[in-house]
């Protein structure tokens, strides 16, 4: 294997020959990333029958997205800057181990405490994994070949947003929700022996110091970006993660329908993330921007409109493909942002996503307790258009002036 050059402090990444790209390994992680954001985002559609048979609130139980994402949010640079000497695939294989016993401990879990340390489990391995995924796109396809082998890993992320949510809700009304964990610890272990069978070796190559971490920080456009992350994936997360609830209580849909609002959400959310790349390929400010304004107007025809059904379909689809489209967007405007320190700032870029996942979902869940559905909704319009403003406004200056 040959090195190139890479910015200081990031260390060297081994790439392959140009007749070397392992494909097998590259849609293994993809197969890989499909089980952990599935598991991610699984309470989201159960989080109705999860709550009475533990016997706590929608918000209580919400805290199991919180607990993944805060941990998940310290995982990425942790690892990042610990990995050390160890061989590559085993830390990938330890990942997906973890997704496996999270799973099971999960579905047998007897309080919420129980599920909580099962969900951080989850976390630290989603969080590991993200931060590792265009190391390992580096090391197992040369460099003409990494935008394909970018694109095959991602590809886990987007079909996972189209079934988890619906696929959850169908499996849990049909097995219940224990169950339906079990089914997500089989689809974790059977990656898992796909990438034993096909992931190669891949011997350290050197991580970013901590001298990186703090230039990428000490960029505006790069705060910019963070800060709008922070602002909109909190609010989005807020109302996203309580959807179910609204849907029950407001149009007063049943499980099937809600099922498929969900599915909607997710093939929104998987058409909106080419449509944003077009529109970032120009601007990224501006298509991350309109991405946060086209989930408030959504949100706030839920909150005029979500007691007729067919309106509460519609905007629910219509917020997953403007959310599809947002993270597309600051990732491209982190890239450009701060080019010569893309593992450093791409690892924090993901702990802002992790924040602000676990921020949404403690005030979400206050809020869902405390003032009920439509006061989630409320939080989460008002919070998405003040982070459109934050990139439409200094982003977009900050873009007009590089």
Known sequence: ???????????????????????????????????????????????????????????????????????????????????????????????????????????????????????????????????????????????????????????????????????????????????????????????????????????????????????????????????????VVSGHFAGFTFIRPFLEEVPRLDVATISMALLAFGVGGFLGNPAAGLIAARSPAWAGGSAALLIGAAAVVLVLFGGTPAVAFAAVAVWGFAFGGFPVSVSIWNARAAPDLAESSGALLASSFQVAIASGAVIGGLLIDGVGPHGVIVYAASAVVLGAGVMLGLGRRAERSA
Do not use: K
């Open 1 to 231: 294997m040959s090195d190139i050059a890479t910015p200081a402090g990031l260390g060297a990444v081994p790439t392959v020959p140009e007749s070397r790209a392992a494909w097998p390994a590259v849609f293994s992680l993809s197969f890989g990333v499909f089980g952990l954001v599935t598991a991610e985002f699984l309470p989201v559609s159960l989080l109705t029958p999860m709550a009475a048979d533990l016997g706590v609130s929608h918000g209580a139980v919400g805290q199991a997205i919180t607990a993944t994402a805060v941990v998940a949010a310290f995982a990425g640079p942790l690892l990042v800057l610990g990995s050390g000497r160890l061989d590559r695939r085993i830390i990938v294989w330890a990942l997906m181990a973890m997704l496996v016993v999270s799973s099971v401990l999960t579905a047998f879990a007897n309080s919420v405490a129980v599920l909580l340390v099962a969900r951080a489990l989850l976390g630290f391995a989603l969080g590991g994994f993200w931060a590792m995924m265009t190391a390992l796109a580096l090391r197992l396809a040369p460099p003409a070949d990494v935008p394909r082998a970018m694109s095959i890993i991602i590809m886990g992320v987007s079909a996972a947003t189209v079934v988890a949510a619906p696929l959850g809700a169908a499996l849990g009304a049909l097995w219940g929700w224990r169950a339906t964990f079990l089914a997500a610890a089989g689809l974790g272990a059977a990656s898992l022996l796909v990438q034993l069978a096909v992931l190669p070796s891949l011997p350290s190559a050197g991580a970013p110091g901590l001298a990186a971490f703090r230039a990428a920080l000490s960029r505006r456009r790069v705060l910019i970006g963070f800060a709008t992350v922070i602002i």
